[in-house]
Structure formats: C-alpha cells, structure tokens
C-alpha cells in the first residue's frame, strides 16, 4: 500500500502543492479547490499541511449515508460523484478537515491522484513524500531522528534537498497577491 | 458572496445547551440536539445537493433556491412523508399538526448559527477550507505549534 | 368550453394537476374542477387532526384557495354522476338539479372509498371510516376515555389508533392477518411495531377475524370469529380502499391507464386512487392508493396534456410514518408485494436494541426494498442509499 506523508519542518507555505492540486484536478490555478490545505501563521513562521491520510476504516466512507465513498486500487477513498447527494456528512466525520467543497458545495478531497501525486512532485522541499508504507515511515523517523520534524529543533541539518527555493518563492507572492484577504 | 451557502455541523463541539433549538423561528424548531453515547448529535438539514428529497417530492414542494437552500413550501406540501422517508438523516420531521417541519437557513441569516457559543454551527460561503481550520486534531496540532 | 381540460375529484390528484398545468403553460380560466368536497385537504394530516385537535384550515390544502384566485373554475359542491366519451360531456349534479359539462381533456381523479367487509352490523351507529374530515369530526366528539376498536391494522389504521390513544381512548387493534402492517413490513419490524403499540396501552390482536359489530343502533362492542367480545363505543374500519372508479367501469376495479395516465378513451385521463400505476420496479401496473403516486401521475398528466412526451417508468414508493414513538421507514417493494409481483428472491433481517432493518432483494440479488423501523432519532439511515440504489436499476439518476 502506497501512502502520502509530510513532514511539517520542511514546508515553507509556498502553496504550491495547492496550486498543483487544483490544477490537476479543476484545470484552474486556486488553492481554494485543492485537495491539500496548507496552513500558514507568518508570524510564527510555521506551515502545516492539512491533508487526506487515507486512513483505514476511514470515518468518511462510514458516514456516507449513500455510499458514495470507494477505496481504489491506489488506496485512495475516492467519491462517486453519481452517487454523491452533497450532504457534507464525510466532511463533517473527517478529524483532520482533509475535505473541503468546491463552488458547487460538492465535497472534494484527495483522491492521491491515481497512484501518483502531483502535490509530491512539485513540492520544492521534500515536504510531501509518496511511497510504500514502510518506506515513507523510514522516511518520516529519519527525518525526525535528524530534527526536522515534529517541532524539534537544532537537529543536524536536514538531509532533504532545498530545490526551486527562489522558484517557490516568486510563486507564493504570486499567489499572495492574486488571492487578497486568504487568510491561510 | 452569491454563491452557494452551506451550514457546516461540528457536532464534537455541541454540549446539548439547545441554544440553537430555542432560536429556530419556526413554530416547530427545525433542528434537533438528540444525545448519543458519545456525546450530541445534530439532526438538522444539509441542504444536499442533488437533494433525495426534493427528488422523492412529487408535488413540486422542495426545490433548491439560488443561494443553495432546499426550501421545503408549506402551501405545496401535502405531508405525503416521501422527503422524510428518503432523508438520510430524518431531517425532515413531522410536526404535531401533521405539517413537515424542515430547516430554511432562515433566508441566509440562520439563527441557530448566531446562537449557538461552541461554534458547533459554522455559516460559510463555497469554495470552503474552514474544516480544516476547524477540527479538532488539527487544531490540537495548531496549539502545539504555536497557533492558537 | 371544447379544449378546456375538465378534471372531476377535488383532492390531492385533481387540486396538483391543475396546479401542474398551469406550470406548463395552460390557461388557469380553461380549467374546471368537479368537486364533491371543496376545499381541498390533505388525508394525510388526518391523523394529527384528529390528535392535535388544530383547526379544519391548518388541513386544507393552501393550493385550492389559490387556484380559485387564479381563475380555474371550481364547481363545488358538485358531483360528476355521468360521462359520455363519444360526445365528450359530463353529467354533473348540484343539488339544484342535473346539468353536463363539455371537454376536451377530462382528468379522473375521484380517489377512493374505504372498503367495508361484509360483516354484520357495519352500518351500525359509532362504526365509521377514517377517510375524511367527516370521520375526524365524529372520533374528536367521543368523551374522553371511551372505548374504540380499530379494525384494519395498515398505517390509517395504526395511525388512527395511536391518534386516539393520544386523546386519552382505550383503544384495541384487530388485524384478521398474522402480523400488522402486514403488506410494508416483515415479521420482524412489524412484531417492533407491535411491542412498542403495546406500550402505549394500545392492545393489538393479529390472526383474528371480527364476525359481527355488536349493538342495536348504536354499536356496543365488536364479537370475533373465536366468540371473544370486546365492548366499544365506537368501531373504526381501517380495512383498505376501494377505487371510485364507477365513471369509468362498472367492475369496481381501479382504472386501467398507461404510462402518461391515458385511458383507453380519447382524451381521459385517469390517476389518484381511483386509478392503477405504474411500478418503477418491476414496471407492471399496481394499485396504490397512495397520496405521491397521485401527485406523480399529477405531473405527468399535465404533461400528456399540453402536448409534450412522457417517458416514465413508474413509481418508487416512499413511505415515512410516525407510528407513536417509533418511526417506520419504507423504499421500494415490501416482502409481500415483490412476491406478488413475482421478483422476490432473498429478505435480510438485521436489528439492534432500537432499530430493525429489512432488505428485500430479487432473484439476482439486486436491492428491490429496504424497510426500517427504529425508536428515538438517530443519526443517519441508509433509506438514501436504497433510494438511489432502487433508481440506479433502470438507468440511473437524472442530474
Ligand atoms: C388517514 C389516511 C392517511 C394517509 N396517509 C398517507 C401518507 O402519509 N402518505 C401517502 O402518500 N398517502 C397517504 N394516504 C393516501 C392518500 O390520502 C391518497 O392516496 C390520496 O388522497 C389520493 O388522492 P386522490 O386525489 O386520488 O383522491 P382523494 O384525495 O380521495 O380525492 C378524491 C376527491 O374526489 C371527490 N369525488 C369523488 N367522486 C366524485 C365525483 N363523482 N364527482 C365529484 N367529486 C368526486 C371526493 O369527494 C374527493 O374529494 C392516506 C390516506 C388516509 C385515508
Ligand atoms: S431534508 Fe434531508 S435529504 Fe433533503 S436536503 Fe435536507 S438533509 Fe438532504
Ligand atoms: S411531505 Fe410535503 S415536501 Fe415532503 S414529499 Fe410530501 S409534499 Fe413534498
């Protein structure tokens, strides 16, 4: 089973992977419609993604009065959009508000592209990883082990590649003006 | 915004105060705070959309106004019970008259929104990301890094 | 009048078709509403009429008041007694006299008469029907804690027994079948029902047959097939409904349409529960006297009307009631009635401390009917689900 993993003390709040998704999914550049969230505080300069862990047993799929929830063969719960009445109810069940709704209210959430994420390739920093399970929870312990993540600071420095840095930056004044008053 | 309108439900929050069921204005208040074991539960309308009850409505009494609402018309409605019977939450409920008794948003400024003090009842408009502001792991996660 | 659209019975099907063709465009002042009884109500609130004791007008059906106002011509107080399919005219009576009424589109929609078995002693004082207002008037005059027996254990049955249990009546339901509810529910859920009726002090008898309706004018009590005898003031006949079809056809049986609600007659049209419909399901022509199959062929048939096609596959029944506490849920084909029409293959029973859920499937294992029961609100039901799987049988949902 391939899974999605992220690791906090890497993401910069560039957004990119948000522009990525939307695109991907809608065909138009708005963080508003992408699958993962990235919460950002300036002042404190932390990022967090909020996103779909695909979790087992997930509270979505349960919730869905009609069904409408499926895992696929990549391990993603994907919503049947014939199916789905628009109630909200997965969204309302999920713990993490990994799903979120489109301009026609329609809930939308991560569907891991199919087996292969967009959000993990575009992210300049190594701060999404895709893999198999045990290979991304090596990742994650190594990655904590060395101090990046989960809020551990002073570690040695980060063995992940700081690639496109100036790229991502221009990118998230970008997206910063073109999205006055988002207050992420 | 003219959007779509969604009234979120964040039942983690409630604590069975009832605020919100003394706001509802309607004669027979349009939601309902049942206790379950694990805490309490909101049965109010989710406005779906495409709704199953204005689908099962054989006498044009549900419908889906502009703004998102699925408005339930008093003068159409023949308390048939079809809508009730394909709810998925028993959102619509009958009243003691026999009249069905279902949430309007109260013409987009919902009084069980204003009234209730958890935040246990969000209004927004769509596209919407405030879930993942909202909920609780995530925010315990916030609180731990320094966010709230 | 030739061209006008002439529609006899001013209940739910009449009062929604001419709401109906007014949507698609037809002129309000080229439509004429034969009604016995005006204005229009709803049978379905007869119930908490009776229990919430709430004005006659918070019954009657805001639409007829409209429709007047709109300019349809509503001859109340009148009643269709003949019709002439060649000449396309209705004999109508008032009690001033006898007169016809010219069509070009006539809409049946004459409902139903509660069915009386033939038992002595029905046409006794204090036995009535719970059909109409009429009905209500006579069981809210009873004193309060008088003795009723129910007779019919269907949802007008049960409903009226919980309704009048409300008010404080000693109240006992006969049901001459082995369970009640017996053509929605299976055994299980209905046995739910029952305890729960039990309960409420409500007493219920199943496989048991009323021989005679005691009393000399008034009625005393009621005597069953066993000799057992349980005295009453009042009786209620719950015992099905029977078409008024009498313009149509001499049998008594309900009228044959087609898929639009056409009879075989140029230009009459027939629905509500005088009628047959159409099953989504299995696609045969049923009777159901049921008030959304009249409001479905009440769309259709100002459809038909105005000139414009109608594909349709029928009728998926949607049944909701509220049988005191408990709450009865009902999509699709029951056990008894997928039988009847010959596609019942496996029923699945599950059931928790509060709930009982059915599913009724066909012969090749797809979903036909889902059935619950539960006591309390509780959070989501799967009666969406069956919904929406019964309609993804025949070619999915329309966006
Ligand atoms: C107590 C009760 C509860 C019910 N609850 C539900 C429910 O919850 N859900 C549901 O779907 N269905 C329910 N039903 C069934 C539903 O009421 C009927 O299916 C529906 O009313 C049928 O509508 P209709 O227009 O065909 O007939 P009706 O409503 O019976 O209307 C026929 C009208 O035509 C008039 N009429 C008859 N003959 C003539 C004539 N020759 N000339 C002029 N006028 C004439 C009659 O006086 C009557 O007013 C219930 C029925 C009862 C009795
Ligand atoms: S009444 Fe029920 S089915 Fe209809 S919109 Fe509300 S929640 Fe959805
Ligand atoms: S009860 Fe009223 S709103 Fe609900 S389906 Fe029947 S007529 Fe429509």
Redesign the interface.
């Known amino acids: 089973m391939f899974v999605l993993g992220v690791i906090y003390e890497n993401c910069t709040g560039c957004h990119l992977c948000e522009l990525a998704c939307s695109y991907k999914h809608g065909g138009t550049f708005n963080p508003l419609l992408s699958r993962i969230t990235i919460l950002t505080k300036p002042e404190v300069q932390t990022s967090v993604q909020v996103y779909c862990l695909q979790c087992n047993d997930a509270a979505c799929e349960r ?1 869905c ?3 409408a929830i499926k895992r696929d063969k990549s391990g993603a719960y994907v919503i049947d959009y ?2 789905c ?1 628009g109630c909200r ?1 997965c969204a309302y069940a999920c713990p993490f508000g990994a799903i979120s709704f489109d301009f026609k209210a329609r809930p939308i959430k991560c569907d891991l592209c199919g087996g292969e994420p967009e959000c993990v390739d575009v992210c300049p920093h190594d701060a999404i990883i895709f893999g198999p399970e045990e290979k991304v929870s090596r990742e994650l312990k190594r990655a904590k082990a060395t101090g990046v993540a989960y809020g551990i600071y002073g570690g040695a420095e980060s063995p992940y590649r700081r690639k496109k840095a100036e790229e991502a930056e221009n990118f998230l004044r970008e997206i910063w003006k073109r999205n006055e008053g988002l207050e992420l | 915004m003219s959007g779509k309108q969604l009234l979120h439900i964040l039942p983690e929050r409630c604590t069975g105060c009832m605020d919100c069921v003394k706001a509802c204005p309607m004669e027979e208040p349009a939601i ?1 705070i ?1 206790k ?1 074991p694990g805490g309490w ?1 909101i ?1 109010v309308c989710r406005h779906c959309s ?1 709704a ?1 009850c204005v ?6 009494a549900l419908w889906v106004k502009e703004d998102g609402t699925v408005f339930l018309a ?3 409605c ?5 809508c ?7 959102a619509v409920f ?6 069905m008794v279902k949430c309007d948003l109260c013409n987009g400024e919902p009084k069980c929104v204003e009234a209730c003090k958890e935040g246990a009842l969000l209004y927004g408009g769509t596209p919407d990301k405030g879930l993942a502001r909202e909920r609780k792991p995530v925010r315990e996660l916030l609180s731990i890094r320094g966010f709230v | 009048m030739s061209g006008g659209t002439v529609i006899v019975g001013g209940g ?1 099907g009449g009062v ?1 078709t001419a ?2 063709l007014i ?1 698609e465009g037809f002129p309000p002042e080229k439509i004429t509403i034969i009604a016995r009884e005006w204005p229009a109500y ?1 049978r ?6 009776l ?2 004791k ?1 004005p006659f007008g ?2 009657a ?3 007829s008041k ?1 429709l007047s106002w709109m300019g349809v011509r509503v001859l109340a107080g009148t009643e269709a007694i003949s019709l002439d399919t060649a000449e396309k005219t209705v004999g109508i009576k008032t009690n001033g006299g006898t007169s016809e009424v010219e069509y070009g589109n006539l809409v049946v929609a004459t409902g139903g008469r509660p069915f009386l078995p033939p038992i002595p002693g029905v046409g006794l004082k204090g036995v009535v029907t719970f059909h109409g207002s009429n009905d209500v008037e006579f069981l809210s005059s009873l004193p309060g804690g008088s003795r009723t027996v129910v007779i019919g254990a269907g949802l007008v049955g049960l409903t009226a027994a919980v309704a009048l249990r409300k008010l404080g009546h000693g109240v006992t339901v006969i049901e001459a079948r082995g369970r009640i509810l017996p053509n929605l529910l299976e055994g299980p859920l209905a046995e739910f029902v029952g305890d729960h009726l039990t309960r409420l002090g409500i007493q219920v008898l199943t496989s048991s047959l009323v021989e005679e309706v005691e009393g000399d004018e008034w009625v005393e009590g009621v005597r069953l097939r066993g000799g057992e005898e349980f005295w009453a003031k009042s009786v209620v006949m719950a015992t099905g409904v029977r078409p008024n079809s009498g313009l149509l056809r001499r049998d008594g049986r309900p009228i044959e349409v087609d898929e639009a609600g056409r009879t075989g007659f140029p230009g009459v049209y027939a629905l509500g529960d005088c009628a047959m419909s159409r099953d989504f399901i299995t696609g045969e022509f049923v009777y159901r006297p ?7 062929y ?2 259709l048939v100002a459809r038909a009307i105005v000139g414009r096609a109608v594909a349709d596959r029928g ?1 998926i029944p ?5 049988i005191g506490p408990v ?1 009865v ?3 699709g084909l029951g056990g008894a009635e997928a039988e009847k029409l010959g596609v019942l293959g496996d029923v699945e029973v599950e059931g928790g401390e509060n709930w009982r859920e059915a599913r009724v499937f066909d012969a090749d294992g797809r979903l036909i009917g889902w059935e619950r029961v539960q006591s ?10 069956a ?2 799987r019964i309609r993804e049988l025949h070619g ?2 329309a ?1």
Not at chain 2, 94 to 99: A, D, M, N, W, Y
């Open positions: 919730v009065p009609v069904d014939s199916r009445i109810e | 309902r049942p379950t539960d049965v495409p199953p689908d099962a409505c054989k006498f044009g008093k003068e159409l023949t308390s048939c019970k079809a009730a019977a394909v709810c998925p939450f028993g009958l009243g003691p008259t026999g009249e | 739910i929604y709401m109906n949507r709803s379905h609130r007869l119930a908490e009429f229990s919430s709430v918070r019954i059906l805001g639409l409209r049921l008030g959304f199959v009249a409001g479905h009440a769309q009728v949607t049944v909701y009631e509220a709450e849920y009902a999509v309390g609100h509780l959070h989501s039901v799967g009666s969406a689900n919904y929406l999915g949902r966006e």
